[in-house]
Nanobody, 115 residues
């Protein structure tokens, strides 16, 4: 059974950094497109960053220049290093794994940016 568990969220001041991690199990991790999404209160879930099976990262505009996504196929983990966090980055961050008709989600981890 596929399982994704996020960790690393928390409260941080504006300008600070956090590193999110997602531990995967129960599926062939190395084949999957791994993504980070986020959902702020009252807003729809949005894509933040992706990393392909060939290790190519893809960033959306909110993440460019501030966030770095990485995967470790040996440990079956994907991380999101977030720097220069701002209040608008406050959201629940979700890990996603997708390949063909398989699509898995984690339970999310809260990130709050506030002074």
């Amino acid at each position: 059974q596929a399982h994704l568990v996020e960790s690393g969220g928390g409260l941080v001041q504006p300008g600070g950094s956090l590193r999110l991690s997602c531990a995967a199990s129960g599926f062939s991790f190395e084949n999957f497109l791994m993504s980070w999404y986020r959902q702020a209160p009252g807003k729809t879930r949005e894509l933040v960053a992706q990393i392909r099976a060939d290790d190519l990262p893809i960033y959306t505009d909110p993440a460019k220049g501030r966030f770095t996504i990485a995967r470790d196929n040996t440990k079956e983990t994907v991380s999101l290093q977030m720097n220069n966090l701002q209040p608008e980055d406050t959201a629940v961050y979700y890990c996603n794994a997708a390949w063909w008709q398989s699509n898995y989600w984690g339970q999310g981890t809260q990130v709050t940016v506030s002074s």
